[in-house]
């Protein structure tokens, strides 16, 4: 009997397949088709010649959501590290080999708000995964829209391509006192609607000295007055605290590599010199879209921001106070001929600073003796024009050029 039930079995799993086989309907699911805006393009990701990698939603929801992180790292060409929780370090094709801490040299847009200050920093720590539907890499270069002296650019597409009201809710608990809490309200129509997006995550971390809280909240709001103009406003604030453990040398490591720092010569230890950031950003911006014609449309951005950071660490403490403001304005021009289509992009980009940088001692995580006090006054504008040449046969032309200048 051992032998038989088995033999005796195989008849009936092919009758239930071959059965299920004749009921199954057509299960081609059909993909929505992505579109690519950098440089202005706005074409299909197939048929886009530029360096440019897009990260849909489901990548980024494919792994946790505390961090961007593994996101970005699974793009060819891009390396981003977080040497403590929610500290990061971004890296295009090598552009910042020789800056070790923060996200330099890459000029980054959020919904067309220029999110990158005057200086070339970048606060990509104020947002939290739930801020991200979709996200554009261009690896290399961007002078011919975005400004020179960049090693690439990410433009951050918050909103979803098709609107959706309704309320999302999601929590997360995980190791180390992992707790991320994200909400978010969609209210409107296509035309009218209004998104508040609130999220929350703390964690105490791996090693040592590794706390970390971050509370972020965006309110954005698009009104549609008509078939030829829509204005835009976006708003967010972003309260974000972390420690610093340091690094450590490998016989430490070996001894404890959940150690923070220790003491080192006259240097005191992370959690003597309560090594830390405390970081709070505010960002509001308008952008106002009007179409002159089928083949004349403008986007104009403008903004204003102000951070404010205070980081005490082994050899100092800092306090850093940095508003600025600026806008972008984009024209667009089409024209169809024959099999072919002509695209003109030109405008301006400006941004303005009135940055103060103040260094005490520390003394255990409070400032001492005031030992620098500058004030920088930050002024950047780039001018830039690009043609794009769309040709029989998927072959495209585009040259592009500016003029920018940076004064500190």
Do not use: C
């Not at 996101?71 to 800056?99: D, F, I």
């Amino acid at each position: 009997m051992k032998q038989v039930i088995p033999i005796a079995l195989i008849p009936l799993f092919i009758f239930q397949a071959g059965f299920s086989q004749d009921q199954e309907t057509d299960s081609t699911i059909n993909l929505s088709e992505v579109i690519i805006k950098a440089y202005e393009q706005n074409r299909q990701l197939k048929t886009t010649s530029a360096a440019v990698n897009y990260i849909s939603n489901e990548k980024i929801n494919r792994f946790n959501n505390n961090s961007i992180l593994s996101a970005l790292n699974n793009t060819p060409g891009v390396r981003m590290e977080e040497r403590s929780p929610g500290s990061y370090r971004l890296n295009l094709r090598g552009s910042t080999l020789r800056s070790p801490f923060g996200v330099r040299n890459v000029k980054i847009y959020w919904d067309d708000i220029p999110f990158t200050d005057p200086g070339g920093n970048t606060y990509l720590n104020q947002f939290n995964t739930n801020n991200f539907n979709s996200l554009e890499v261009i690896k290399g270069p961007g002078g011919s829209l975005y400004g020179a002296g960049t090693g690439g650019v990410i433009l951050i597409h918050s909103q979803q391509e098709k609107w959706q009201p309704g309320v999302q809710l999601g929590y997360t608990y995980g190791s180390y006192n992992l707790n991320v809490f994200n909400a978010r309200i969609n209210v409107g129509d296509e035309d009218r609607n209004t998104s508040v997006n609130y999220s929350h995550q703390n964690s105490n971390g791996y090693r040592d000295h590794t706390n970390m809280r971050r509370d972020v909240i965006t309110w954005q709001s698009k009104i549609k007055s008509s078939e030829k103009q829509q204005l835009s406003a976006s708003f967010l604030y972003g309260d974000l605290y972390y420690q610093t453990p340091g690094a450590l040398n490998k016989n430490e490591f070996t001894a404890n590599p959940r150690a923070a720092r220790p003491a080192a010569g006259a240097f005191p230890g992370a959690d003597v010199a309560k090594a830390a950031i405390y970081q709070k950003t505010f960002l509001g911006g308008i952008t106002n879209k009007y179409t002159f014609s089928e083949k004349f449309e403008n986007t104009t951005t403008l903004y204003g921001a102000f951070s404010q950071i205070k980081n005490p660490t082994f050899r100092n403490y800092e306090r850093r106070m940095e508003p600025h403001f600026g806008g972008r304005s984009v024209f667009k021009w089409n024209h169809n001929f024959n099999s072919s289509v002509l695209q003109l992009v030109f405008g301006a980009e400006a941004q303005k600073g009135f940055f103060n940088t103040q260094t005490y001692k520390n003394n255990g995580g409070v400032p001492d003796t005031l030992l620098t006090d500058d004030d920088l006054n930050i002024w950047t504008y780039s001018l830039f024009a690009q043609a794009d040449l769309r040709l029989a046969h998927d072959w495209n032309i585009t040259a592009g050029a500016s003029i920018n200048k940076s004064s500190v």
